[in-house]
């Protein structure tokens, strides 16, 4: 471990003056807690104070590379140094050759991009890029999803972050969830198909610009899709003219052991949107991916899109930075092969924790369901909402020197792709401990 050295503010200054002069985001003030950070260093962070936090969520599913990457943090200064900034019609070296690095990596023929400030952005412009180019206007999007807190795209969302936010822009329709709140595993895939074709021909299929999906959703359960689903998805968006968006934000770069998770299921969207590890959330940076195809409808035909931190030179570097490290160190392998492990320790918890209702990951994108029973299964929280249980066994982890996410009744197990094995299990033996609250309520 690390020496730490004391911050020149302390804990409790941070957080007073942290609380008094800024808002906290999805929250009411007065409920606000944040844990105070002075630095980082791989897998870990650090209060002013010295006190050790296991980052299990890499801070918001992002930081995949590890905390404080020399490689990364040379190339921003040096960046910095040469062009701090220039405006988006301009071309400059890191756009250039990151439009270049991203055609290498992205799936099957998407070689043209378009770069926004995060993945909100990347899918507003999305939606833009859909409706403008097929002149159609719906956008189809499921119940369990979340793809940003933005004008478009919180209504495309599905989960209540939506409630108290959506604009009531026209055009967004649900189609079927292959995996409903409440239950421990997926739908039959023919059905969840045969309903969402049932809901384009009753829509019109003429009026839909695009379907927009997480091909693993993310803070919605980490609900990873049954074989045959993404690919018959494909198939539908084809056959009616449909472009279909891949949210890969927070899925994309290695978090599911493959550059996206579309390549698990050898699925080309029309459109594919970044972020987070894209920098690893070094720098804010977003992108729209988009097949040749796409981007010639715009060769004679303006774009009505545009952001004035589009292409940012230091973002761009950082990005280049980033995927560097992915390649030099391994770590889509590394990610995939580190998944396996999660899934034992997954379902070590399962065998021996009855409030252990479900288990799932793909790579280091994780999941533990907490529950009062398992048949029928109950979740240990209501939709939307929490239980003294929960809030247990959070403040046993943050105690214990873990972070992660706790949402509703589920544990997010979404470490940076750098874990080791000795680090994966020092954050479950963690969780164990705290699932032993849990066990207490169960029915």
């Known amino acids: 471990m690390a020496i730490s050295t004391p911050s020149s503010m302390t804990a409790d200054e941070l957080v007073a003056l942290s609380k008094q002069y800024t808002l906290y985001e999805w929250s009411a003030q007065s409920a606000v807690d944040p ?184 803070t919605n359960g980490i609900l990873i899709p049954p074989d045959g689903l993404m690919q018959g998805l494909r198939e539908i968006c084809t056959r009616y003219g449909i472009w279909l968006i891949a949210d890969e934000v927070m899925s994309g770069f290695g978090r599911t052991g493959r550059w996206w998770a579309v390549d698990h299921w050898d699925v080309v969207p029309d459109l594919i949107t970044m972020a987070k590890g894209l920098t690893a959330s070094y720098l804010p940076l977003g992108a729209v991916g988009m097949r040749r195809s796409v981007a010639e409808t715009f060769r004679d035909k303006v774009f009505y899109g545009g952001l004035t931190y589009n292409s940012h030179p230091m973002g761009c570097a950082a990005a280049l930075a980033t995927i560097g490290v992915y390649e030099e160190d391994g770590l889509i392998d590394r990610a995939a092969m580190m998944g396996e492990v999660m899934a034992r320790h997954h379902a070590d918890l399962m065998a021996r924790h009855p409030s252990v209702g479900a288990v799932r990951n793909i790579g280091l994108f994780g999941m533990i369901d907490v529950v009062r029973s398992r048949d029928p299964f109950e979740p240990m929280a209501p939709y939307n909402g929490t239980s003294d249980e929960m809030k247990a066994i959070a403040k046993h982890c943050r105690d214990n020197g873990l972070y992660t996410m706790y949402r509703w009744n589920g544990i997010h197990t979404n470490p940076p792709l750098t874990i080791t094995e000795e680090q994966l299990a020092e954050g479950f033996a963690i969780i164990d401990k705290a699932l032993d609250i849990s066990d207490q309520s169960v029915r």
């Not at 992002?62 to 900034?85: C, M, W």
């Not at 189609?175 to 039959?188: K, L, S, T």
């Open 35 to 218: 844990i105070p950070v002075e630095r980082a260093e791989g897998v870990y962070f650090y209060s002013p104070d010295g006190k050790r936090y296991l980052d299990f969520n890499s801070q918001l599913m992002s930081v995949n590379i590890g905390h404080g990457d020399k490689r990364v943090v040379r190339a921003i200064t040096e960046q910095a140094e040469k062009l701090a900034y220039a405006n988006p019609f301009m071309a400059h070296e890191p756009r250039a050759l990151l439009g270049k690095k991203l055609a290498e990596i992205a799936p099957g023929d998407i070689d043209v991009f378009f770069f926004t400030n995060g993945g909100a952005e990347a899918n507003e412009n999305a939606i833009k890029l859909a409706r403008q180019a097929t002149g159609r206007h719906k956008i189809l999007a499921r119940y369990r999803s979340y793809h940003g807190a933005t004008g478009q795209v919180i209504n495309a969302t599905g989960d209540p972050r939506r409630w108290a936010a959506e604009t009531g822009v026209w055009g967004v329709v649900r189609i079927p969830d292959f995996q409903p709140w409440g239950e421990a595993a997926p739908r039959d895939v023919a059905s969840v198909l045969r309903e969402t074709e049932q809901v384009i021909v009753y829509e019109g299929p003429q009026t839909i610009a695009a379907m927009i999906i997480e091909p693993v959703v993310g």
